[in-house]
């Protein structure tokens, strides 16, 4: 069987691939790079459309961010409008819907005054709605009955804005990044499908691939961007083995109409590692409102396809005194533990809706188990490492680069929105590591302000 040789190769086709795919061909001068994709087509974990939430996380209405996170994800994000803007994709796969983050009652009114005043220098467009403005723009959050006859007994206040991007196909636009990527001339860009990479070996200075079909590839430099899987390739390799990797699945419940003019999100309660629960407009299922995501953990390390990421994901949890140590912090706090619980209750036939709803009332109090359905085939996992040095859960993205021509990258929520901040980290690495020239000036033009 032909050895095909490749400077770059990247092992996964999700948005992340995609995104490191587009700009080593777009903005370097490498002359050969390939993506190797398991499955039949690009995006059909977690970066496909209806496994996610769709949002661009900017870091203006998710109240779990920090200041200096929404520094961080409000320049990657913007990378992704400046993609989509440049090629004419607004509109088509990504849209402009109203955004706000809502607080209920006393204690999240003054929690949203306060964000708010801390959070406008740099999200200037941010504007604070109160319960009249609400009953204009998103008349379903402020009163207590269908018939809209009363209101709501308790104080509400949003931060929010109609001005900006807010939702994208990220599984569509895994595809146009590849397709532009595939555009540039002067370099080859490969795809293969069916292409699992099952091993992969440091061979002199060059790495030598094998899928479970037996084809074999080489490369200069590898870049694993294979989600969830990415620590299981680490571990195989010997590297990494200091995290573990908590599978944890999100699932969504969807209304049986449009519910929500936009995307509404709930303050954060601090204990919790896991994003409040929140209702989206889905662009793919003609505006019926998503809500959710829940957040059970599962052993495996992705949904819907069968197969073997069940005894896959057992490996990756790398589970020893360390990872039960975590576990243990984690649900001897009686929050955590309740939070856990009813995350698991959503997911059993016959009780999961009602207690769902009495969930998802905090945003639309008159919702009821009559509106919405268990969103069947939608949500994704989330690889959340596990830091067993430091006995700690580390929340965001994680990557291993042990500087030997080889990248290994996790990516949880935000992983979409930050696909292409990412690659430009990796692209550094890459293009020192194999002398290549980065035109950093046409990348900052081009995909940031
Ligand atoms: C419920 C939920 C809601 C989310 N909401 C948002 C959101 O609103 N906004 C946002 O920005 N992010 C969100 N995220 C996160 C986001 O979906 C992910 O961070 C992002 O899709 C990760 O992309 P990826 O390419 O790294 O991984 P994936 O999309 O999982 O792609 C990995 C690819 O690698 C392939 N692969 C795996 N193993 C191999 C192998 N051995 N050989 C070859 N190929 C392999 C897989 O088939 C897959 O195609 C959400 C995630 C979940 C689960």
Redesign the pocket.
Known sequence: MDTKHYEVVI????????ALFYELARYTDAKSICM????ED???????GT???????VGDIETNYTLEKAKITKRTAKMIEKFNLMRGLQDKIMFAHQKMALGVGEKEVEFIKNRYEEFKELFPYLELWDKEKLRELEPKLVYADKEQTKDRPEPILAMGTQSEYTTVD?GAMTKELAKAAQEEEGVTTDIFFN????EIEKIGDKYKLT?TSGSVFTANFVVV?????SLF?AHKMGYGKHMGSLSM??S?YITNGEYLNGKVYMVQNPKLPFAALHGDPDILCDGKTRF??TALALLVL?RYKGGKSFFQCLKTMNFDGNILKIFWDLIKDSEIRNYVFKNFLFEVPGINKGLFVKDARKIVPSLSTDDIEYAKGF????PQVLNKEEQKLMLGEASINPGDGILF?M?????????LGNAERDIKIVAEYLNLKFDEEKFLSELTD
């Open positions: 092992v996964g086709g999700g948005i992340s691939g995609a190797l994709e398991k499955y690009l995006a059909t974990l977690n970066s496909k496994s996610n939430s769709q949002t661009i996380h990220f292409a699992e990479v099952e899928t961007n294979a989600g969830a899987h390739l699945a999100g969504f959710g995501p992705e949500g994704g996992v989330r990258n990516t949880p929520s935000p992983g979409a929105t930050s696909c």
